[in-house]
């Protein structure tokens, strides 16, 4: 069964330094996202990409934060300068006609 | 922007015990997912249920989206049934391009 999958699956990086996170979206799909969740907390929506450009982000999602789709199948999320609060499991997903699915994290930690 | 809660925020059953959890929405939809969130983080569909009802082995959901919430259903719990449940919607309409607003979910133990 297709699937979402990410990399790495775990990440730590000293405060101010720059992080990718990756994701390989189910093929077929069109619509892309990234999520995260602070630990303990509910999930909350960062990005959604469509047609190669952002679609809709949210608050969370400012100027430390793009997303890039380089080829095909690859879809970044990149911190620029990374704070100790962006310290959370990061999500992507991606969507075909209807549900999202969603990958297994990258947990970011910001020492 | 659109509310979700989640109810009730933790349960413990007994195994072999039934469970119903809630979820409340307070605009219309046009996306409500159940996921599982397992011990190593993982989300796991459960099911897509913008509306109607559904069923996956000991797992049903109900959606009635008229009045805003929707229902899941576990039956003859099992140890591995517990996690995090959370439900997700999307907006209709307002241009969303269907990113997913999450409640902050119903932590399940289920005890031997």
């Known amino acids: 069964e297709p699937e979402v999958t990410q990399t790495p699956s775990h990440q730590v990086t000293q405060m101010g330094q720059e992080v990718i996170l990756r994701c390989v979206p189910i093929?077929?799909?069109?619509?892309f996202y990234w999520y995260r969740q602070i630990l303990g907390q509910k999930v909350e929506f960062l990005v959604s990409f469509y047609n190669n450009e952002i679609s809709e982000k949210s608050e969370i999602f400012d100027d430390q934060f793009s997303v890039e789709r380089p080829d095909g199948s690859n879809f970044t999320l990149k911190i620029r300068s990374t704070k100790l609060e962006d310290s959370a499991m990061y999500f992507c997903?991606?969507?075909?006609?209807?549900?999202?699915?969603f990958g297994p994290g990258t947990r970011l930690t910001v020492t | 922007g659109i509310q979700v809660e989640q109810s009730p925020p933790d349960l413990i059953l007994q195994e072999g015990a039934n469970s119903t959890l809630r979820c409340n929405f307070s605009d219309s939809v046009n996306n409500l997912q159940w996921f599982h969130q397992n011990p190593w983080g993982q989300l796991i569909n459960l099911f897509y249920?913008?509306?109607g009802t559904k069923q996956n082995g000991r797992l049903s959901a109900t959606t009635v989206a008229t009045e805003r919430y929707s229902l899941l259903y576990i039956s003859s719990s099992q140890t591995t049934d517990s996690g995090v449940y959370f439900c997700?919607?999307?907006?209709?309409?307002?241009?969303?391009?269907?990113?997913?607003?999450f409640g902050k979910g119903t932590k399940l133990s289920v005890k031997p």
């Open positions: 249920i913008p509306s």
């Open positions: 093929s077929n799909h069109l619509y």
């Open positions: 997700a919607v999307g907006e209709r309409g307002g241009g969303s391009q269907g990113n997913l607003i």
């Open positions: 997903a991606s969507k075909g006609a209807y549900e999202q699915y």
